[in-house]
């Protein structure tokens, strides 16, 4: 059952309206006096000049702008408005001679003024006839082509959130089992030393997977939620690092929940913990979350230069950085400032993060929804 929406007939509600005052305007518009009592003939030409009228601006509207005139076919679109301006005063002078109008009109003048008519009648049905076949081929021809401006910038439009949408899915996908991935070789890897740790290891991976399987389907999640998210990885990080790695997480109290990207933060702390841990050297991972107003965020993850290879924790494979700045990109575009310094005189690898979050990301929830 077909189900009638706005869109479906206002379109075609608009015509008639628009017609049926065209109409009623020309066919009650006399051109001589008021007391001249117009003969039949008269409205009936009026009347089939109208449905000329009409039918000149739905082939206008639908074959010569769209099949010539869009096409690029210009001298050829100016020679059918000229054939259709053509045909359709012809038409009128065909009525006229078979109707035997200016016969008539004649006579109809002569009972009303009480003297004979010059003969220029004729001359002014036409001029009026060429002016309104040039009025309704120009707005014909305007309409159609503003029509066909609005869609393609749709169409446009559409394209680029498919586009946004589909890369998304590629870096969600990306970002997501490459996360998983390092995690459990983590917890393989605790097997092997400590087996109630592992158990543990399991649990709070298994909380983060519903986090991130349930709590992120509709696209955004909270600050609150992110940071839960973000102190768990950290911690399941530590079950495998001794006293030689220090690592230190600031977080804002209290949080003051915005809706935020989910997985945005967790490329940072896993570069961290990828190149700032070496099974011999001590290192030192910092990790600062702060909320300079509730619209705006800040992440500064600082990790210790390592001469010696590190520790690959992470088990990073160097995606994760590249995706989540072109996903900073996708989703805050001209609303977030990345910096990174890879050697600062502290000897650390350095990025800062500034975010500007919060009633805005009711689009970011929709693109990454379609996502």
């Known amino acids: 059952m077909a189900v009638l929406t706005p869109r479906r007939y206002l379109t075609p509600l608009i015509h008639v309206l628009v017609w ?10 006399q051109p001589l006096t008021g007391r001249l009592t117009m003969p039949p003939q008269f409205w009936l030409k009026q009347g089939l000049m109208f449905a000329a009228w009409v039918a000149t601006y739905y082939l206008t509207a639908n074959v010569t702008v769209p099949r010539l005139l869009l096409h690029g076919r210009n001298g050829w679109f100016i020679l059918a408005l000229v054939a259709t301006t053509a045909v359709v005063l012809s038409f009128s002078k065909f009525l006229e001679s078979v109707l035997d109008l200016p016969a008539l009109m004649d006579k109809a003048f002569e009972a009303a003024a009480g003297r004979p008519r010059l003969n220029r009648g004729s001359f002014r049905i036409d001029t009026m006839g060429l002016l309104t076949t040039m ?3 120009g707005i014909s021809t305007s309409i159609t082509v503003v029509q066909k401006w609005q869609n393609d910038a749709q169409i ?5 959130q498919q586009r946004v949408s589909s890369e998304l899915s590629v870096l969600k996908a990306q970002i997501n089992p490459h996360f998983f ?12 030393l400590d087996g109630e740790q592992a158990r543990v290891a399991i649990h709070r991976l298994s909380r983060m ?3 991130v399987l349930y709590d992120t389907a509709g696209g955004l999640t909270l600050l609150s939620q992110e940071i839960a998210f973000v102190q768990d990885y950290i911690t399941l ?7 030689r790695v220090t690592v230190t997480f600031d977080r804002p109290e209290p949080v003051r929940d915005v809706p935020v990207a989910p997985m945005l933060l967790l490329p940072f702390l896993e570069n961290a913990f990828k190149h700032g841990v070496a099974a011999t050297q001590s290192s030192r991972i910092f990790i600062g979350l702060t909320q300079p107003s509730p619209d705006v965020l800040e ?5 210790t230069l390592l001469a010696l290879p590190s520790t690959d924790l992470a088990g990073s494979n160097g995606i994760g950085l590249a995706n ?19 050697h600062t005189p502290a000897n650390e690898f350095r990025v800062h993060l500034t975010l500007h979050v919060g009633d805005k990301e009711k689009g970011i929830g929709d693109k990454e929804l379609r996502a």
């Open 20 to 29: 049926g005052l065209f109409g009623l305007t020309f066919l009650l518009f």
């Open 324 to 342: 989540t700045r072109r996903r900073l990109d996708l989703l805050y575009p001209g609303r977030f400032n990345l910096l990174v310094d890879d």
């Open 237 to 243: 990080m530590q079950l495998r690092l001794d006293e």
């Open 299 to 303: 992440l500064e993850v600082r990790n």
């Open 156 to 160: 446009r439009q559409t394209l680029e």
């Open 209 to 211: 997977m519903r986090y």
């Open 181 to 192: 991935f390092n995690t459990l070789n983590n917890i393989y890897a605790l097997t092997l």
């Open 135 to 137: 009025f309704v081929l």
